[in-house]
């Protein structure tokens, strides 16, 4: 069977002032064949620096149609996509300069394994002074 699905993983940018947070990644689930495919989430990770942190209690969100959306069951349509949030607990992290952070994301659908990431960019606000 040819595969049939692409996962894409899309930028996340934080903007803070001050402690920024990592609460989700967004990543795109592509199906450029003929009948409609399930897949499901295996693992999601956070990628700080050289570092790797297996998340859990994850969620999704279906940004197209502005709902939840179930981990275990992401159906994407024939010759359509789905973008997607996978959300996890926030966690507070202020990258040292030059660190790179992403979150890592695997789902299978039938016997294939997929992977992509999705980068996060922090941007660093000054305050408001008013």
Do not use: C
Request: proline content about 8%; hydrophobic content about 45%; overall charge neutral.
């Amino acid at each position: 069977m040819p595969v049939t699905l692409r996962l894409i993983g899309e930028p996340v940018i934080v903007s803070y002032i001050a402690n920024p947070f990592i609460g989700h990644g967004q990543f795109r689930l592509e199906n450029h064949g003929a009948s409609a495919v399930a897949a499901s989430i295996d693992a999601v990770w956070l990628e700080l620096g050289e570092s790797r942190k297996q998340l859990s209690d994850i969620s999704a969100f279906d940004l197209d149609h502005d709902r939840p959306a179930n981990p275990d069951s992401l159906t994407v349509e024939a010759e359509s996509m789905i973008r997607f949030l996978v959300g996890f607990p926030r966690l507070a992290h202020e990258p040292p300069f030059g660190e790179s952070a992403a979150v890592r994301l695997r789902v299978h659908s039938g016997g294939v394994q997929l992977q992509a990431v999705s980068p996060i960019k922090f941007v660093r606000r000054i305050p408001d002074r008013r």
